[in-house]
């Protein structure tokens, strides 16, 4: 079955622009929308934005300004880079499929485990 | 952006005893739009419901849930002891999609 892996430093400078990688394997990223969602610690669960295979993106309009969301198709893999990130930008990095909204209804599934990523000097 | 409500906040039972966890939006979803996932600690969320009612794939037949428009329950029969977690709801009615802040249902 698909599973996904992020990858990428779990520590950023405030400042810097944070990046990640989630690799898609056991299926291919085409014909898929892919999503990165993060949760602060000890918080609940903010949907930053997503990509279709063919490139076109939706982002949360908190964010907007400051990400990027890239897909390599050759690689199956998606990217996400946030930029200028402050402490508030500490949280556990998912990416998952979706929205996959097969047959009328709407999920993210699967998931990457997740990966910390902490803003600070 | 639709706001979604959850409550309780926390919610202390006995293992056997029956879960019943609600969202609210602060407009109408459709129910193909609204799901439930589960997270336990150190763990990614897992998808438990779709479509407001529909189980996804391995999930055991204590878990149901229900609704339309802007109130949604998520019910456990019998808790078993794997089911102490947080639960949240999320929706894809309008962009950007939501999740609630979350239930978390502790062990009493």
């Known amino acids: 079955q698909v599973q996904l892996q992020e990858s990428g430093p779990g520590l950023v400078k405030p400042s810097e622009t944070l990046s990640l990688t989630c690799i898609v394997s056991?299926?291919?990223?085409?014909?898929?929308?892919w999503t990165w969602i993060r949760q602060p610690p000890g918080k609940g669960l903010e949907w930053i934005g997503y990509i279709y295979y063919s490139g076109s993106t939706n982002y949360n309009p908190s964010l907007k300004s400051r990400v990027t969301i890239s897909v390599d198709t050759s690689r199956n893999q998606f990217s996400l880079e946030l930029s200028s990130v402050t402490a508030a930008d500490t949280a556990v990095y998912y990416c998952?499929?979706?929205?996959?909204?097969?047959?009328?209804?709407?999920?993210?599934?699967?998931w990457g485990q997740g990966t910390l990523v902490t803003v600070s000097s | 952006e639709i706001v979604l409500t959850q409550s309780p906040g926390t919610l202390s039972l006995s293992p056997g005893e029956r879960a019943t966890l609600s969202c609210r939006a602060s407009?109408?979803?459709?129910?193909?739009?609204l799901a439930w996932y589960q997270q336990k600690p150190g763990q990614a969320p897992r998808l438990l419901i779709y479509g407001a009612s529909s189980r996804a794939t391995g999930i055991p037949d204590r878990f149901s849930g229900s609704g339309s428009g802007t109130d949604f329950t998520l019910t456990i029969s019998r808790l078993e002891p794997e089911d102490f977690a947080v639960y949240y709801c999320?929706?894809?009615?309008?962009?950007?999609?939501?999740f609630g802040q979350g239930t978390k249902l502790e062990i009493k």
């Open positions: 056991g299926g291919s990223i085409s014909s898929y929308y």
């Open positions: 407009q109408s979803v459709s129910s193909n739009y």
């Open positions: 999320q929706q894809f009615g309008g962009s950007p999609y939501t």
């Open positions: 998952a499929r979706g929205p996959d909204c097969t047959g009328g209804n709407c999920v993210f599934d699967p």
